[in-house]
């Protein structure tokens, strides 16, 4: 669990560097609708991709993302350790 909650707590403090939320970090967790209540667009979400590659030290192929990927902190979460452990697999 520790790793999980680590994962989204990275994942929040780049959306919040990325992204210039003007959304106090308080107000934001796991659950937080990225779309429909922080509104996120499609520039955002390029924003995103590469803070999340630079973080994480993984490629992510921005046409493979789902908008199921990126409803939420734990959705990104998620599409990120995938790509983590595809990319260990190689």
């Not at 659950?31 to 955002?44: H, I, K, P, V």
């Not at 908008?67 to 990104?76: K, L, N, V």
């Amino acid at each position: 669990m520790q790793e999980t909650s680590l994962l989204h707590e990275r994942i929040k403090a780049i959306l919040l560097q990325e992204l210039n939320l003007d959304v106090p970090a308080n107000e934001i967790d796991s659950q937080t609708r990225l779309l429909e209540e922080l509104g996120l667009d499609s520039a955002g979400l390029i924003q995103l991709v590469v803070g999340l590659e630079e973080e994480f030290d993984v490629e992510i192929d921005e046409s493979a993302i789902g908008r199921e990927d990126i409803q939420d902190i734990a959705s990104i979460a998620t599409f990120v350790q995938a790509h983590m452990d595809g990319q260990q697999d190689d």
